[in-house]
């Protein structure tokens, strides 16, 4: 009996024994596991380029003043047909342009003052080129002393202003997201290589929006477009 007892407790001893160990290797894999997957560097790449507008919004923006309505519509449509006629002779496409209603005021009416203005009517419209003829609107813009000849009063401010565009986007997304996502990687190669580390896959990537900007305010039919992407790469021994 004493023999069976003693047998019995060495069995169960190594059982014991083979179960610290075996536990002991599993707990040291899975802290290496847990290590391993919470070791991450968060980096951003960036990717610009220089492009040049592929539109052209041309406000031509004009008014003109009288006492008679018939007579302000009159000359309202004469001076929309003096326009368009400049714009055709500038090569542009009669298609790509079009024109607002017109808005007319009574000046009498909105008048606080003890002085009548000497014209009752005042009325403006806009005539609008839009065109991918981005050139040909730059070297036309100086040339509306044209108009002013011809006897078109145009009101040219901010909210009239030219506007030169980049609707192209979507043709140099692929290429500039690709080229952000390296930049980022480089960023991680280098934290890694700094760290004694090795980058491993992407846990995480998100894209940034994409920013359509002038250039700078002297030549605003050039733009610089910037993507900024955000990625988190595991880190591995």
Same mark, same amino acid.
């Given at each position: 009996?004493?023999? %069976?007892?003693?047998?019995?407790?060495?069995?169960?001893?190594?059982?014991? =024994?083979?179960?610290?160990?075996?536990?002991?290797?599993?707990? &040291? %894999?899975?802290?290496?596991v847990w290590r391993d997957a919470n070791r991450s560097v968060t980096v951003k790449g960036l990717a610009e380029r220089e492009v040049a507008a592929n539109v052209a919004l041309w406000p031509l923006h004009y008014s003109v003043a009288g006492n008679e309505l018939s007579g302000l519509q009159a000359e309202l449509a004469q001076d929309e047909a003096t326009i368009r006629e400049f714009l055709e002779a500038q090569g542009f496409d009669a298609s790509n342009i079009s024109v607002t209603p017109p808005q007319v005021q009574d000046r009498y009416a909105n008048n606080y003052g003890n002085s009548q203005p000497e014209e009752r009517y005042s009325g403006e419209a806009t005539v609008l080129l839009r065109t991918p003829k981005v050139s040909a609107v730059k070297a036309a813009l100086p040339k509306t002393s044209q108009l002013v000849r011809e006897g078109v009063l145009l009101s040219p401010n901010y909210e009239y202003r030219t506007e030169f565009l980049f609707t192209d986007l979507e043709r140099i &997304?692929?290429?500039?997201?690709?080229? =952000?996502t390296a930049d980022a990687r480089r960023a991680a190669q280098q934290f890694a290589e700094d760290s004694g580390s090795r980058v491993g896959a992407i846990k995480r990537a998100s894209q940034g929006y994409f920013s359509i900007e002038d250039l700078d305010s002297y030549t605003p039919d050039l733009k610089k477009v910037r993507v900024v992407t955000t990625i988190d790469y595991a880190l591995e021994d």
């Open positions: 009996m004493a023999v %069976d007892r003693t047998l019995q407790g060495l069995v169960l001893g190594g059982l014991v =024994a083979i179960g610290l160990v075996w536990g002991g290797s599993y707990i &040291k %894999d899975a802290a290496q &997304k692929p290429e500039m997201i690709a080229e =952000a």
